[in-house]
């Protein structure tokens, strides 16, 4: 016996020196499966980038959500625990979740029983979708209710969810993202449509990690140390868009929506001297959140799908008569009906107007007088002025499959229809481009709606656009002179373009009525109001600051009604709007009253105060007084009457009273102030959280209450012949 259990000592003895001594046993590394059974690998999460506006102002963000988890195993329970910490009544449970989570009872309670059945092991289950993307409210509804009701077992994971604040806005220019499960069953955002889908490997960040030890419960260990790999939040998109003017064109749309019906709508409104797209919007639209209202369509109308442009497209054909000196507008022609070779074309009046001039012709958007501007500059030389003004290529914007149109150039006939917008297909981005030229004295700019993209880790910009200016066809003079003969449209008795008239603001453009291709055969659709209504048209007419595109197709017209008024609502309501909010002047103010305002920058803020309102504005003081370190607007800006200017100087700052402020003046105040200001809503102030003449302090939030104003109904006028074809 002695000698058998030394034997067995020895042998034990043995084997705990050998593995002392190699660290090894059965062919494995000790140290190694130490290491396994005590690691832990927690994942950081990274956001994915936001999408903003030109003053910063979220599009698209992730925001916290949270994913449901039932734990089934009895194991969760510690014995002798008052509470179980198991789904202890499948039944009970599912018809709880069922009031909060989209989906059945009896399959909520099937998910829990097949989980149980399939592996009597199984710790806890999901239940895919309809358990993700939980917001923090409902969250804390079910918990209220599992605790009042006695139901146990559930648990919430948090997770990230994609956030669109502003619902129905520029949605098929942003498009929208969701969550995925891969092939590995992991679960991250992937943009579907859009900028989200486009950028979507700049928006997508880098999950980080952090490796620790814990004991077998799970508690970290002590002494020992963490190592962390940090997340790499995905790349911010900043936009050319501005979310006010964006408001005014998505609420102008819904307002047209309700009251006409169209087929389908566009707008688009851009900065002609950069051409920055301030806004961009269509409808039929969709909220990028619940995709409530996608249709088949997934195409950006101004983007990847041509229109024939109708009559808009005259103004091109001015343009290129008056550069090769062939416009006179006093020569008379015989307006009515053209013909060139076995075709022949005819005005919006049949019979005509008899014998008028040229611009009485441009004005009354007769298509006879295009023909006969065509016949002195020649039709091939026309054809080089549209590919010059960018017709028949792409544009090249920083969007995915554009368009790039159709120039018909085949044969006389055709080259003839093109010079009043029929048979050749645009793009609405291309007309924009080209109507720049017309706005901007001469200079082309190519539309973009990428600002610039930044890396949030490090705030520096690793892409940054910048205005790029096109080989324009025309001159400056001759660009003057088309803006004269555009405000004419608006201005003239027989102007196809009256209803278009701004309050306060000389305005020029183009209305124009094409014909819709038949979808279900040869030839054009017809029938009252089966036709594409527009309008291109630029304000102030003497420095456009703004130019915006609209297009309303078959719009529900009642007796009394046209196609020109869902078009002009959406126009003068959208331009009227924001020219306000970028502070231009009303062209009707007294001369007067519209002044110059002074560089106070360096000087006493008690004597620029003093000045300012003996001059009538309004100014505002940003801190306790002394030397003015910067002002807002900058001096030499021409301000009207009762306008605000913002002086900065140090001190603590004092609210003033930010009723019927505009967005854009709070967010200079803001900028210039460093204040946490919180603004809720468009258009302008009508609420503050704090009161007038509060003190404040940087980190004390003030929450700004914005409406949007009333959009201005014209009264109904007399319509003319600018509803036919050709108008």
């Known amino acids: 016996m002695f000698i058998f259990f030394g034997g067995l000592f020895l042998l034990l003895f043995g084997r705990m020196l050998s593995i002392q001594i190699t660290g090894e046993a059965e062919g494995k590394q000790l140290a190694m499966m130490a290491q396994a059974q005590y690691a832990r690998e927690a994942v950081l999460q990274a956001e994915r980038g936001k999408i903003v506006d030109r003053n910063g102002e979220v599009i698209a963000s992730d925001t916290l959500s949270y994913r449901l988890i039932a734990v089934l195993s009895e194991k969760a329970t510690e014995k002798g625990a008052k509470k179980p910490r198991h789904v202890v009544d499948y039944d009970k449970t599912a018809e709880l979740l069922s009031r909060y989570i989209p989906i059945e009872k009896e399959k909520i309670a099937s998910i829990m029983y097949k989980a149980k059945e399939n592996n009597s092991k199984v710790y806890q289950t999901e239940f895919g979708k309809a358990g993700r993307d939980i917001n923090h409210e409902t969250m804390l509804a079910i918990k209220e209710a599992a605790d009042k009701e006695g139901v146990t077992g559930l648990q919430f994971i948090e997770d990230k969810k994609r956030f669109y604040p502003n619902g129905n806005f520029a949605s098929y220019l942003i498009g929208f993202a969701m969550r995925e499960e891969n092939k590995e069953k992991k679960v991250s955002t992937v943009g579907k449509m859009g900028l989200e889908k486009t950028f979507n490997e700049q928006l997508t960040g880098t999950n980080g990690k952090m490796d620790f030890q814990t004991d077998i419960w799970g508690y970290i260990l002590p002494k020992t140390e963490k190592q962390i790999v940090p997340a790499k939040d995905g790349m911010t998109i900043q936009l050319t868009l501005d979310k006010t003017i964006q408001n005014f064109v998505e609420d102008a749309m819904n307002q047209v929506d309700e009251k006409y019906s169209p087929a389908k709508m566009l707008v688009v409104v851009a900065n002609p001297k950069t051409g920055e797209i301030y806004a961009m919007s269509q409808r039929p639209s969709f909220h990028p959140g619940t995709r409530e209202g996608l249709t088949e369509n997934w195409l950006n109308d101004a983007v ?251 719009p529900k017209l009642e007796i009394g009604q046209y196609g020109a008024d869902p078009v002009a609502q959406l126009f003068t309501s959208i331009m009227e709007s924001s020219l306000k909010y970028m502070n231009i002047v009303p062209e009707n103010t007294e001369t007067s009253s519209a002044i110059s305002i002074t560089d106070y920058v360096g000087k006493e803020a008690s004597d620029g105060m003093e000045e300012l309102e003996q001059q009538g504005f309004k100014p505002v003081l940003i801190g306790e007084g002394g030397e003015v370190s910067s002002q807002y607007p900058t001096a030499g800006t021409k301000l009207s009457k009762g306008s605000i200017v913002l002086l900065e100087t140090k001190g603590k700052i004092t609210l003033p009273n930010f009723s019927g402020w505009s967005k854009k003046m709070v967010l200079s105040f803001k900028m210039l102030s460093g204040l946490d200001i919180r603004l809720v809503g468009d258009g302008y102030v009508t609420e503050q959280s704090l009161t007038e003449g509060t003190v404040i302090n940087a980190d004390e939030p003030v929450v700004l209450q914005f409406q949007s104003p009333q959009s201005k109904m014209k009264p109904s006028e007399k319509e003319d012949e600018t509803e036919i074809i050709g108008g």
């Open 304 to 554: 990847e799908n041509t229109i024939e442009p109708g009559s808009t497209m005259k103004m091109f054909t001015l343009a290129a008569a008056i550069e090769e000196g062939k416009w006179d507008p006093f020569a008379e022609y015989q307006s009515g009906q053209y013909t060139i070779y076995d075709k022949t074309i005819r005005d919006v009046k049949r019979g005509g107007w008899g014998r008028i001039s040229f611009l009485e012709g441009f004005q009354r958007s007769s298509n006879v007088s295009m023909a006969y501007l065509l016949e002195r500059m020649g039709d091939r030389t026309f054809i080089e002025y549209l590919k010059g003004f960018g017709f028949g290529e792409r544009v090249g914007i920083d969007l995915p499959h554009e368009a790039p149109g159709i120039l018909l150039d085949i044969n006389p006939s055709e080259r003839l229809t093109t010079s009043y917008g029929q048979g050749s297909t645009v793009t609405p981005l291309q007309m924009i481009q080209a109507a720049t030229a017309i706005a901007n004295d001469g200079k082309m700019m190519k539309p973009y709606v990428i600002d610039r993209i930044i890396d949030p880790n490090t705030e520096e910009t690793v892409e940054n656009h910048e205005p790029e200016e096109r080989k324009s066809p025309i001159s400056k003079e001759t660009a003057k002179q088309v803006r004269e003969i555009l405000a004419s449209t608006v201005t003239s008795e027989v102007g196809t373009g009256r209803k278009f008239a701004l309050t306060g603001y000389s305005v020029g453009g183009k209305t124009g009525t094409a014909e819709i291709p038949n979808t279900n055969g040869p030839g054009y659709m017809s029938g009252d109001g089966n036709y594409l209504y527009s309008f291109l048209g630029m304000a102030p007419i003497d420095d456009p600051q703004l130019l915006t595109y609209v297009l309303v197709q078959q």
